[in-house]
Structure formats: structure tokens, C-alpha cells
């Protein structure tokens, strides 16, 4: 016949109730602090830079990709020593005469913990480029990224070609 099991029986570590103590109760530091995480780069799929003022002449939008392309090429993956363009993260890129810029991104996990923030500096350093009057990042999903999007120099700078 089985025994009957109080639940008490099955602890493992069983703690002792706690005595009142008078004074002050100081608990162990597991390490150091670091700043609050920014709650306004948490999910966030669009972002916006620059002044917003037009250029005061037309801009050449062939010369204005060069240098936006530039931009972002010093732009890095927290996570993956590569800068966004050259990890094939840039999707789209659309530039205007009137210096209006948008950008079509992706990520490579959509469980990126840095995603927001990633946009956000997109949308900053792009914001800021020579001849940029406004910046529109948007993120997107569709299609998923893949190593196939990489340029050449990204595979070679992580020895996968």
C-alpha cells in the first residue's frame, strides 16, 4: 500500500520561518546597475529624421543615394560586426529631388531586442546627411531576411565565402 505524502515531505529545501529582526536588512547586489532601458526604442517599426526643411536647391538624387548609402554603411548590428547595408538589411531606398528619403528595412531576427533603437538610428544618421530634408524608416517582414541578402565583402568579412 502507498504511503500518503504531505507536501512538506516533497521539498527540497525546506526554510525556516523568519525571525523579527530590528535594524536595517541588506540584501546582496547581484552586480552592477545599468541604466534603465529606453522604453521609447522598445517596439518601434517606423521613425523619422532630419529638419524637415527643403534643401534650398534641388538635390541630384543619384548624388544624394551615394551619400545616404554612405550613412548607412556606418550604421552596425549591435549584435553582428557588419553595418546594415552590407548585411542586406536595406530593402528599399527611395530618394527625392525635394531631399525626402525613405527607407525600407528589415532585421535579421524579428525577436531583435535592439530592433527599435536600430530603427531609430536609421532614421537619425539618414535624418542627418548632407541634403536630406526628412527621413521615413519603416520596418518590414516580408520578404524574410537571409544570408543570400549579404554583399559580397559582409561574407568575406565573416569567412563565409
Not at 543615394?65 to 548607412?72: D, G, H, Q, S
Request: proline residues 11%.
Amino acid at each position: 500500500m502507498p504511503r500518503d505524502f504531505d507536501v512538506d515531505d516533497l521539498k527540497v529545501h525546506k526554510i525556516a520561518p523568519r525571525e523579527e529582526k530590528k535594524g536595517r536588512v541588506h540584501l546582496p547586489v547581484a552586480g552592477p546597475k545599468g541604466p534603465p532601458p529606453d522604453a521609447s526604442a522598445a517596439d518601434v517599426d517606423e521613425a523619422f529624421g532630419g529638419s524637415g526643411e527643403a534643401p534650398a536647391a534641388p538635390v541630384d538624387p543619384a548624388e544624394l543615394e551615394e551619400r545616404v548609402v554612405a550613412t548607412l554603411k556606418t550604421i552596425y548590428d549591435p549584435e553582428i560586426p557588419l553595418n546594415v547595408y552590407d548585411l542586406g538589411l536595406i530593402y528599399g531606398l527611395d530618394v527625392g529631388p525635394d531631399g525626402e528619403v525613405e527607407v525600407r528595412m528589415t532585421l535579421t531576427a524579428p525577436a531583435c531586442p535592439v530592433a527599435g533603437q536600430i530603427v531609430q538610428d536609421v532614421a537619425q544618421k539618414v535624418g542627418a546627411t548632407e541634403g536630406v530634408a526628412r527621413s521615413h524608416v519603416k520596418l518590414v517582414w516580408d520578404p524574410p531576411w537571409t544570408k543570400e541578402r549579404m554583399t559580397e565583402d559582409a561574407l568575406l568579412e565573416l569567412g563565409l565565402l
